[in-house]
């Protein structure tokens, strides 16, 4: 890892936004702590980079960003301990999953000693904002923009790279029902789906809005040549419990590679939990539901950490899972999240502590 030094520009805010959150009652990313870094890139490098007080920014009606969608972000999480010490969670896998979605997008790469040491600098800066308990994190959005003016249809020669801040609980505090997509994709082959493009999340929206009309909180997207294979759960990974195996999609072109998701793979293997990652078709499930067999399906993902599914639709038919007395998935949750919190030992090698004094 690249950790040479670099130079910062740092602008402390006058004073902290802090006592103005209900930490008890936060919704999640609408809150963001009292920093942001940012870093432009113009004459085809990255120029200094920046801490200043969060605030809105000026741009231009016409930048790129809002007529040709090139703009690409990350989802992270730091922790704090029983001990007030703060925590990163695999912070190189996000590092080089922005860099893969930057390059598929047109975008420059962003340096990774600018990354960081910006990172551990704002969280530095904003360490009170990370509470600690179970459940508590502060969720970590680096994202970058297409930031020249002009509305040609061509990649922009300028950007904003940017990582901004937000308290958060767990996302989904219930188990979910689901709705298996039958007419809508989320990706197709060839495409942005393995990247996280900020088009990908846009284009969910209206055939997530009709599941919900029908009351079910999330989609399972299928693929888009026959919809007959499971592929993602919302905005996350998904896992199905058939008998004592879990089983995963693989990543591709089309489907996120989750840093939760092969976490969880990881932990299964370590608990001596079967693991098979390849692709299912969705009559696999519904049979296996008809047997008995069809245990548990959970999501997985940054936000949510590990999404229980009560139930789901498939072509007219509701299928409901068992509550079972002990899950994988409440498992799974309790030892990545011990290691996320440190509370157990990290065998993997996967926690990073920020040094807040």
């Known amino acids: 890892m690249n950790t040479k030094n670099i130079d910062l520009d740092i602008t402390k805010a006058e004073s902290s936004r802090l006592p103005e959150v209900d930490f008890d009652n936060l919704t999640f990313g609408k809150h963001c702590s009292d920093h942001m870094f940012l870093c432009d890139y113009k004459d085809g490098a990255w120029q200094t980079p920046k801490i200043m007080p969060y605030g809105p ?55 990774e000693n600018y990354f960081f040491e910006g990172l551990e600098t704002l969280l ?10 179970d459940g508590n994190s502060l969720y970590i959005r680096p994202f970058v ?3 020249e003016n002009g509305v040609s ?15 958060a609980k767990a996302y989904y505090s219930k188990p979910v029902k689901v709705l298996i997509a039958q007419e809508y994709s989320r990706s ?20 997530t809005n009709l599941a919900k009309e029908k009351g ?28 004592d195996k879990l089983i995963t999609a693989p990543t591709s072109d089309r489907i ?6 092969k976490s969880l793979i990881e932990i299964a293997k370590r608990e001596e939990i079967e693991v098979e990652v390849r692709r299912i078709k969705v009559n ?61 030992k990290d065998t993997f090698g996967w926690t990073r502590e920020v040094k807040t004094t």
């Open 57 to 111: 920014m000026q741009m231009e009606p016409s930048a790129k960003v809002f007529h040709y969608g090139q703009a690409v972000f990350e989802g992270m999480k730091a922790f704090k301990d029983d001990n007030e010490k703060v925590w990163l969670f695999r912070p190189e896998e996000n590092f080089k999953r922005i860099n893969i979605s930057s390059k598929r997008m047109g975008i420059p790469e962003f340096p």
């Open 124 to 133: 530095k800066l904003d360490s009170k904002w990370v509470k600690n308990g």
């Open 145 to 147: 923009i297409a930031t």
């Open 153 to 167: 249809a061509s990649p922009s020669d300028a950007y904003r790279f940017m990582i901004i801040c937000c308290p």
């Open 188 to 207: 197709a082959d060839g495409g942005v789906g393995f990247a996280k493009a900020a088009g990908n999340y846009g284009a969910q929206f209206y055939p």
């Open 216 to 243: 079910y909180q999330q989609v399972i997207w299928t693929d888009a040549n026959t919809h007959e294979y499971l592929e993602e759960a919302g905005t996350m990974n998904v896992f199905f419990r058939i008998g």
């Open 256 to 261: 996120l590679d989750g840093v939760t998701r």
């Open 284 to 344: 696999e499930i519904t049979e296996a539901h008809k047997q008995g067999e069809l245990k548990e399906i959970f999501g997985s993902g940054t936000a949510a950490t590990i999404a229980y599914i009560s139930g789901f639709e498939y072509d007219g038919t509701y299928y409901d899972l068992p509550n079972l007395e002990k899950p994988y998935s409440t498992h799974l949750k309790k030892s990545l999240q011990d290691i996320q919190y440190n509370r157990a």
